[in-house]
Nanobody
Framework: QVQLVESGGGLVQAGGSLTVSCAAS????????VGWFRQAPGKEREFVAA????????YYADSVKGRFTISRDNAKNTVYLQMNSLKPEDTAVYYC???????????????????WGQGTQVTVSS
């Protein structure tokens, strides 16, 4: 069992930057593949980024590639999502997700997630 708590969301102007964090408690976080998903009002939850257990491998949705960076510090049980050049269409609730096992790489399917955080709101104004 692992508990995930996101933080760092907020309001930012278009073109700005924001970093959201996901802190884990419970089992050793290093044993999980971790991803970020987001959900905008009226839309389905979508994959944003994922990072392997060691942190060596990362994967990004095309919509955020080159602008977002996912990283992790297993000693601190924390995963980060640094978001640069933010756009109004990035506005959403951002969720941290942990996978105990993945069917393949990258883990794109929300139904494969074993643990979710409560989400943090990111709003980008134009």
């Amino acid at each position: 069992q692992v508990q995930l708590v996101e933080s760092g969301g907020g309001l930012v102007q278009a073109g700005g930057s924001l970093t959201v964090s996901c802190a884990a408690s419970g089992r050793t976080f290093g044993g999980y593949v971790v991803g970020w998903f987001r959900q905008a009002p009226g839309k389905e939850r979508e994959f944003v980024a994922a990072i392997s257990r060691s942190g060596i491998n990362t994967y990004y949705a095309d919509s955020v590639k080159g602008r977002f960076t996912i990283s992790r510090d297993n000693a601190k049980n924390t995963v980060y999502l640094q978001m640069n050049s933010l756009k109004p269409e990035d506005t959403a609730v951002y969720y941290c997700a942990a996978f105990t096992a993945v069917r393949g790489w990258p883990p794109l399917d929300p139904s494969d997630v074993n643990y979710w955080g409560q989400g943090t709101q990111v709003t980008v104004s134009s």
